[in-house]
C-alpha cells in the first residue's frame, strides 16, 4: 500500500505566516505538518514572543515555541522599513496563503491589510485570527486564550456544580481556534484548485469557542436555561456511576474515569461483575438510569469500594478490558514517558540545533499507519537565504546587502 | 468582492458518513456547512443514537442531534442486509470519502473495512476515527468524550491546584478529535487533485487530546514535572493579576477575567488608571511581574475591591476598552441571546419541519465576510430518494422496492 505519512498533502503550498502565539501558529504549524512550506515572517530583534515564554536559558528558545512551530521556516524582516514592506510584498506575489494574527487594526496600519494583500495577489487566501469578530462591541479588545474562554462560555460549563466557573486547562481559545481556521483555509484552498478563486477568511477566538460547547447549547436550547458546570459529569445527563473515582496511591491524579452509557444497559451489568456485586444484576434498586440516579451516592460508594483497591492503571485495565468505557486520568509526564506514543509515531524525538534532544507530539492522525515525521522548529532567521533564493531568485550577495541594511 | 460564505468550497465532494454521536459528526458537519455534499447512512429502525440523547419530545430528534448534524443528508440502510450491504459498495464507487466511527473492529465485521472500501475505490480518503490508536495497548477499549480527556491528559491540568482533576465542560474530546479528523480529509483531497490518490486516515481521541495541552507539555518538559493543575491560571506561568474576579451580582457566572501581560508591562499601569490607583504606577512593589507575584494577595484584592463594584459586562467593557485583556464569563443563555452573534451571521435561525424554529452557532469562521447558512439536520432517512437517484440513477420504483423489502 502506497504510504507517505501525511506529510506530502499539501507539497507546493506555500503560507507567508505573520503569526505569533498560539492561536496563528498552531493553525500554520498543522500546515506545514501536511506539507506546506510555511514561511514565518519575522522582526529581526526577538521574532515571535512566543520564542521567550519560559524559555530554558538565555537567547533560547521555549519549549513553548518548539511545540507550536515545527516544521516551519523563518525569515527575519523589519516590516517597518520601506525595503522590508516591499520584500514580503514581493513574497506575497509567490504564496498561496496569507495568515496573520496581530492586535485589531495591526496588519493594516503595518500597509499588509486584505485588499493591499489580495490586490496584489487577488488568488491568495487571506486568513486573519482575532479575539472578537469585526463587528462585536468588542472588535478592538485584546485577548488572550483565557479572555475568549471567558466570554465563549466554556468556563461557565466548566468547574464543580457549587463552585466557581473555572477554565479548562488545555488551549482551546488558542489551538481550538487555530484548527477551524486551518480546515477554513484547506477547504478555501480546495476551491481555487477548481475555480482558481481567493479568499478573506475571518475567524474570532470569541467565536471559535461556540463549536467546541455545542452539548451545553443543546441542553440550553432543549430546557430554556443556562447549562451548569457539572464537575466531571456531563451538562447534558446525569447518570451514575459516571465520573472520577479515587484509586490506589492517593496521588493527584490517581482517579479513574467510569462511564456507564444511558444507551447500553449492559455497561452497568458488566461493571457488576468487575466490582463482585454479581448478585445485584437485575435488582430493581439499580437496574436502570433512573433508579441508579436515585441511589447515586450508594452506586458511587460501591464503585469506590473497588476502585480505591486497585491502582489507575490496573482499574482501567480491568473494567476497560471488561467492556466498560474507562480512562485512568493520566499526566503529562506519564503521556511524555508512555512507549505507546513514540511506538506509533504520535510522540518523536526531535534534534534541535542549541535545545539539543527533546521529545514532542506530531500532528496526531496516521495517514496510512504514520503520522508526519517531524522537524525542530527553526531557529529566527534561519531561512532567510533558503527563501529569498527561492521564492524570489535573490543572490547570495543581495540577500547580504539586505542584512548589512537591516532590512533582514 | 466576490463572496460565497465559504460554502461552494466543497461543491462537488461527496462522503459517505457512517458516523455517530459526534467525534465524526462533528467532522463532517463542519465539510457540510463548507458544501460538501455529506450523506448520513443511518440504521432504518433509529438511525444515530445521537438522536436521541435528550429530546424534547417523544420521537424527535435531540436539540442535540441537530447541533452536529446539520446541512447534511441522511439515507436509511440495513447494513446487516446482504442488499443494503451491496448498495453502500455502490455509493463507495460515487464517493471521495468514506467516514466512520464505530467501536473499534465493528466496520470490518460489516465487511467496510479499509481493504475491501479502498479495493472498490482506490482513490477514496477513508477515515477512522477511535478512541485508541491501533497498536496501542487499549485498542480494543470503548470510548468516549470523558474517556479520552482522561487519558489525553486534560482532566490532570484542569481544575483547582489543590483539588482533584476535573473534566473540561468543552467536548474536546469530541469535537477536538473531529476538528483534526477534518483538517486531515481536506489535505488528503488536496492532495489528491494533484496525485488522484487515496489514503486511509484513522485518529484516536486520546492521540488527539495532545493537540490541545500542548503548553503543559512544554512545561513539562522545561521543568522535568508533570504540569500542575492551576484553577483558572496558566500552567505555564503565574503573572498577577491574571484570572477570575469576582463582579457585582453575585451570581455564579459573575466574573471577569483579567490578564495583564507580562510581556507588556502597559497592562498593568493602564489597569491602576481604571481602578483608581494611578499613585502606584511605578511603585516598586508591584511595577514588575516578580514584585506582583511577591505581593499576589494585595494584587488581587486591589482589583477585586473595583471588580465587586461593577457588572461582569460594564467591568468588560471598562477594563478590556482601556487596552487591559479582559472578558466577562458568559453563560451559554447569555451568548444565545446576544444579538452579536446573529447580526454577525455567526448564530443563525433554523427552520426545522418537526422541532420548529431553534438558533445554533454555523461554521464560526467568516468567508467574505458572512460564515455558511444553515440548513437543518435531515430527518431520518430524509433523502433516501435524492441520494439514490442522483448518485446512482435508481429509479422511484427501484427505490420502493428496497423500502419495501426492508433494505433501506
Redesign the interface.
Given at each position: 500500500?502506497?504510504g507517505s505519512a501525511?506529510d506530502?498533502?499539501?507539497?507546493?503550498?506555500r503560507v507567508i505566516d505573520l503569526t505569533q502565539f498560539?492561536a496563528g501558529p498552531s493553525c500554520t504549524e498543522?500546515m506545514a505538518w501536511?506539507?506546506a512550506e510555511v514561511v514565518k515572517v519575522e522582526n529581526p530583534t526577538a521574532g515571535d514572543?512566543g520564542r521567550?515564554?519560559?524559555p530554558?536559558g538565555k537567547d533560547v528558545d521555549?519549549?513553548?515555541f518548539?511545540?507550536?512551530n515545527a516544521n516551519k521556516k523563518s525569515v527575519t524582516v523589519n516590516l517597518k522599513s520601506p525595503r522590508g514592506l516591499a520584500l514580503v510584498k514581493d513574497l506575497v506575489r509567490k504564496a498561496d496563503v496569507f495568515i496573520e494574527n496581530f492586535a485589531p487594526g495591526a496588519v493594516e496600519r503595518l500597509g499588509l491589510g486584505a485588499d493591499v494583500v489580495r490586490a496584489i495577489n487577488p488568488a491568495i487566501i487571506y486568513a486573519q485570527v482575532k479575539?472578537f469578530?469585526?463587528?462585536?462591541?468588542?472588535e478592538k479588545?485584546?485577548?488572550?486564550d483565557?479572555?475568549?474562554?471567558?466570554?465563549?462560555?466554556?468556563?461557565?460549563?466548566?468547574?464543580?456544580p457549587d463552585g466557581?466557573?473555572?477554565?479548562?486547562?488545555?488551549?482551546?481559545g488558542d489551538?481550538?481556534t487555530g484548527?477551524?481556521?486551518?480546515?477554513?483555509i484547506?477547504?478555501?484552498?480546495?476551491?481555487r484548485?477548481?475555480t482558481g478563486?481567493g479568499?478573506?477568511?475571518?475567524?474570532?477566538m470569541q467565536?471559535?469557542?461556540?463549536?467546541?460547547?455545542?452539548?451545553?447549547?443543546?441542553?440550553?436550547?432543549?430546557s430554556?436555561?443556562?447549562?451548569?458546570?457539572?464537575?466531571?459529569?456531563?451538562?447534558?445527563?446525569r447518570n451514575p456511576p459516571?465520573g472520577?473515582f479515587p484509586t490506589k496511591g492517593g496521588g493527584?491524579?490517581d482517579?479513574?474515569?467510569v462511564?456507564t452509557?444511558r444507551?447500553n444497559p449492559e455497561h452497568w451489568r458488566r461493571l457488576l461483575a468487575v466490582i463482585g456485586r454479581e448478585e445485584l444484576v437485575g435488582d430493581a434498586r439499580y437496574d436502570s438510569p433512573a433508579a441508579r440516579l436515585e441511589h447515586e451516592d450508594e452506586v458511587n460508594a460501591m464503585v469506590t469500594a473497588w476502585t480505591s483497591k486497585h491502582d489507575k492503571h490496573e482499574a482501567?485495565?480491568i473494567i476497560?478490558?471488561a467492556?466498560?468505557?474507562?480512562?485512568?486520568?493520566?499526566?503529562?509526564?506519564?503521556?511524555?514517558n508512555d512507549p505507546?506514543?513514540e511506538?506509533?509515531g504520535?510522540?518523536q524525538t526531535v534534534q534541535h540545533p542549541v535545545i539539543g534532544t527533546?521529545?514532542?507530539?506530531s500532528?496526531?492522525?496516521?495517514?496510512?499507519?504514520r503520522p508526519p515525521t517531524l522537524r525542530p522548529a527553526p531557529l529566527l532567521g534561519q531561512n532567510n537565504e533558503d527563501v529569498l533564493e527561492s521564492w524570489l531568485g535573490m543572490s547570495h550577495d543581495e540577500i547580504g546587502t539586505l542584512k548589512t541594511d537591516g532590512v533582514i
Open positions: 500500500m502506497q501525511g506530502d498533502c499539501l507539497t507546493g503550498v498560539e498543522a501536511l506539507g514572543p521567550s515564554i519560559n530554558p521555549a519549549h513553548y518548539l511545540q507550536y479575539g469578530g469585526t463587528g462585536s462591541p468588542f479588545n485584546l485577548a488572550f483565557m479572555i475568549a474562554q471567558a466570554c465563549g462560555g466554556t468556563m461557565s460549563i466548566t468547574g464543580e466557581p466557573p473555572l477554565k479548562p486547562g488545555p488551549t482551546i489551538t481550538g484548527m477551524l481556521t486551518a480546515i477554513s484547506l477547504a478555501a484552498l480546495y476551491r484548485t477548481r478563486q479568499e478573506h477568511i475571518q475567524i474570532a467565536d471559535a469557542m461556540l463549536q467546541y460547547t455545542r452539548g451545553a447549547f443543546a441542553a440550553t436550547t432543549t430554556g436555561k443556562p447549562a451548569r458546570r457539572a464537575g466531571s459529569g456531563s451538562v447534558l445527563s459516571m472520577l493527584s491524579n482517579y479513574v474515569y462511564y452509557s444507551a482501567m485495565r476497560g478490558g467492556g466498560i468505557p474507562a480512562g485512568a486520568v493520566l499526566d503529562t509526564s506519564e503521556l511524555l505507546s506514543f511506538q506509533r504520535i510522540m527533546y521529545k514532542m507530539t500532528w496526531p492522525a496516521r495517514f496510512s499507519g
